[in-house]
């Protein structure tokens, strides 16, 4: 069997070799397939394959892959939507006022104008720092134009955000990159709009919405919008504007009471969604765990869902939002299998970015790192801990993922930091007998030295954490992987 695979993109056929990430053999031919951030999470990359097959790089929609993280196993054909093309240009701020306690309205005049969808981001460098956000409309409701409006968080310790209207006053000169982003309003839809923005995450959401009414203000669209406590409640003008609309509801809702009006709920977004239908379109930007609990039940409804889940820049992280934005798309109802169709095996590998501390090895010396993390709001997948090999009455802890500045700055208080070696790769796939020691064997001959792996089963799939000493040890592991699923 040859190792080289025809590939063809908008009709551009080229060669590749089986396991190589189609995002690179794409560019490497001079075909060109829009991309961000190159690690799977941004979403500029998706691109649907419509004949063939891929490992790893699996989004939440059938036949829907991240060409930077798809490795090709096989001839392929794959199509991508119209999106305007990504360009850069020099801008200047021309606005900033403050519409809420830390929260800034931005007015942008770039020297040329810039096509983008609503939804859509682009990365904004002031000073040297790039940020990327998704452009919104004016509390007026109007979009587009030359002018592109951001709404801005400012963090105190914020090395671009902290200097909004003291080194970054209008007249500031800048430079814009984009658009970039899949979740963006698709022109012409009927079914119902389910629009969810917590904090500044709301700024898209008003953008699609104002876009979806200019479209047609006869389609139904419930808009929900969130923030911890009242006054960062920014929108409140823009909710009047839509409560006056027949076919809009809008629910406003913090987290923190009391509420001044029955109107405004108490409690997170996601516990005051909608009944959902298999026709609805959900449109979702905000924290990972706000958008990960809409997409549980999106995916049992069987609704189509769009999100931006986004993180704060701390002071340490100088590429803010950059490479932390995902696109992810839920799931229409997969199409039914031929009875002589093969059904494909199914890989996803990728990095987990891995917290550690030291601790008292005696009863609950774990429990008081552990409960500082629940307190901020972590939802970990991984937890493993093991006695010292070389301090007496300590151990070692190593938890992941830990989402935004919040949750790692409760790390590092509880005295945990992000740990750079080992390189731990999460592992998921469909379950089969023996897979386990074809790949362990695989990579052995390949000589491939594990640092650490543990594995389990549940309902058919299996998922596991494999530790290795190098970051191109894991690089050639993941191509491995990639080559089993041709043979599996």
Request: net charge positive; with cysteine.
């Amino acid at each position: 069997m040859s190792n080289l695979k025809n590939v063809t993109v908008r009709g551009r056929t080229f060669k590749v070799r089986a396991g190589d990430v189609l995002l690179d053999g794409a560019l490497a031919n001079g075909v060109e397939i829009p991309h961000d951030c190159r690690a799977g999470t941004c979403g500029t990359c998706m691109v649907q394959v419509v004949k063939g097959q891929t490992v790893c790089g699996e989004t939440h929609t059938q036949g829907m892959v991240h060409a930077c993280q798809a490795r090709v196993v096989s001839d392929l054909e794959v199509e991508m939507e119209d999106v305007p093309e990504i360009d850069t240009t020099r801008a200047r701020l021309v606005g900033l006022r403050e519409l809420a306690p830390d929260i800034f309205e931005l007015a942008i005049a770039p020297e040329k104008s810039i096509a983008y969808l609503p939804g859509q981001y682009f990365r904004f460098t002031f000073n040297g720092f790039p940020r990327a956000y998704s452009p919104t409309a004016s509390f007026d409701g109007r979009i587009g134009g030359r002018v592109i409006h951001l709404n801005v968080k400012r963090l105190r310790e914020g090395r671009l955000t902290s200097n909004l209207g003291t080194a970054i006053r209008p007249g500031h000169r800048l430079r814009i990159q984009g658009p970039f982003g899949r979740a963006f309003l698709r022109p012409g839809g009927r079914g119902r709009l389910i629009l969810a923005g917590s904090g500044t995450g709301f700024a898209p959401i008003w953008a699609i919405a104002c876009m979806a009414l200019r479209e047609s203000r006869d389609r139904p669209i419930v808009v929900i919008a969130g923030a911890r406590r009242l006054p960062a409640l920014y929108m409140t003008p823009v909710l009047a504007l839509l409560a006056r609309m027949p076919n809009v509801t809008i629910i406003p809702t913090i987290e923190e009471g009391p509420s001044p009006h029955p109107s405004v709920r108490l409690g997170r977004i996601e516990a005051h969604m909608p009944q959902l239908t298999a026709t609805d379109i959900v449109y979702a930007c905000g924290s990972p765990r706000m958008v990960e609990a809409l997409a549980e039940s999106v995916n049992k409804a069987g609704a189509t869902f769009y999100a931006d889940p986004f993180e704060a820049s701390g002071p340490d992280e100088p590429a803010g939002l950059l490479g932390m934005l995902k696109t992810l798309v839920q799931p229409r109802r997969p199409m039914p299998r031929g009875p002589s169709e093969v059904t494909p095996m199914s890989f996803k590998m990728q990095r987990v970015h891995v917290f550690h501390s030291e601790v008292d090895d005696r009863p609950g010396g774990i429990a008081g790192k552990l409960r500082a993390l629940a307190e901020a709001g972590a939802h970990l997948e991984y937890v493993y801990s093991q006695r010292s090999a070389t301090k007496a009455g300590m151990g070692d802890l190593y938890v992941a993922p830990l989402h935004g500045h919040g949750e790692t700055q409760a790390a590092r208080k509880a005295g945990m930091h992000e740990v750079s070696e080992p390189i731990v790769m999460r592992v998921e796939g469909d379950d089969k007998t023996g897979l386990g020691g074809r790949l362990t064997q695989a990579w052995e001959m390949a000589g491939i030295n594990l640092h650490g792996m543990v594995m389990s089963v549940l309902n058919g799939r299996f998922i596991g954490y494999v530790t290795f000493d190098t970051v191109a040890d894991a690089n050639q592991a993941a191509r491995i992987l990639a080559e089993l699923g041709t043979s599996a």
